[in-house]
T-cell receptor, first 110, second 114 residues
Framework: RKEVEQDPGPFNVPEGATVAFNCTYS??????FFWYRQDCRKEPKLLMS???SGNEDGRFTAQLNRASQYISLLIRDSKLSDSATYLC???????????FGSGTRLQVQP | DTAVSQTPKYLVTQMGNDKSIKCEQN?????MYWYKQDSKKFLKIMFS???????INETVPNRFSPKSPDKAHLNLHINSLELGDSAVYFC?????????????FGQGTRLTVV
């Protein structure tokens, strides 16, 4: 079983739609959680950290459920520029490296 | 100024050759990494260095040898290249490597072994 699992997609949605991505992680010692974004043929970049109480950044909302070992990302009012691969990322306490999911591809269509 | 820069951006080489990829960060970070992204886009940690010391070596073949001359540089040397080594290699850095810190990635080196 992979440490971080995501639905690979692709998710094809029209502009303005709301889309949700889910992610599960297997290691209960995971301490930190992130969503990264990777555009085609580019490097991954941090989109947002995920906090236990949930957090929002503009059109993006991240949620964490430690009991279920589940992370989500909600994108409201999708823009064409949101088209990318969204990577769920976790880090275990004391381990100096991030563990990436395989990513969920989002294609926003006009 | 590019925060994490790696060279070359593209590398095409024949099986059996030896090649190096260089990485430099100007962010003052203590921890640097090499990740490999395969054809299925899965990003996997290869090595992690903290202040020039190897911290993580994730069962990478010993044909891969990282070298960190100082904490701002982490180079990757690959001996006897194989077809399966074709991938995108990303260098990254983070401050102190703590669990809550963001990692900053270089633009990647697309290695093709023919």
């Amino acid at each position: 079983r992979k440490e971080v699992e995501q639905d690979p997609g692709p998710f094809n949605v029209p502009e303005g739609a709301t889309v949700a991505f889910n992610c599960t992680y297997s290691n209960s010692a995971s301490q930190s959680f992130f969503w990264y974004r990777q555009d085609c043929r580019k490097e991954p970049k941090l989109l947002m950290s995920v906090y236990s109480s949930g957090n929002e950044d503009g059109r993006f909302t991240a949620q964490l459920n430690r009991a279920s070992q589940y992370i989500s990302l909600l994108i409201r009012d999708s823009k064409l520029s949101d088209s990318a691969t969204y990577l769920c990322v976790v880090n275990q306490a004391g381990r100096r490296a991030l563990t990436f999911g395989s990513g969920t591809r989002l294609q926003v269509q006009p | 100024d590019t925060a994490v820069s790696q060279t070359p951006k593209y590398l095409v080489t024949q099986m059996g050759n030896d090649k190096s990829i260089k990485c430099e960060q100007n962010l003052g970070h203590d921890t640097m990494y090499w990740y490999k992204q395969d054809s299925k886009k899965f990003l996997k940690i290869m090595f992690s260095y903290n202040n020039k010391e190897l911290i993580i070596n994730e069962t990478v073949p010993n044909r891969f040898s990282p070298k960190s001359p100082d904490k701002a540089h982490l180079n990757l040397h690959i001996n006897s290249l194989e077809l399966g080594d074709s991938a995108v290699y990303f260098c990254a850095s983070s401050p102190s490597g703590g669990a809550n810190t963001e990692a900053f990635f270089g633009q990647g080196t697309r290695l093709t072994v023919v």
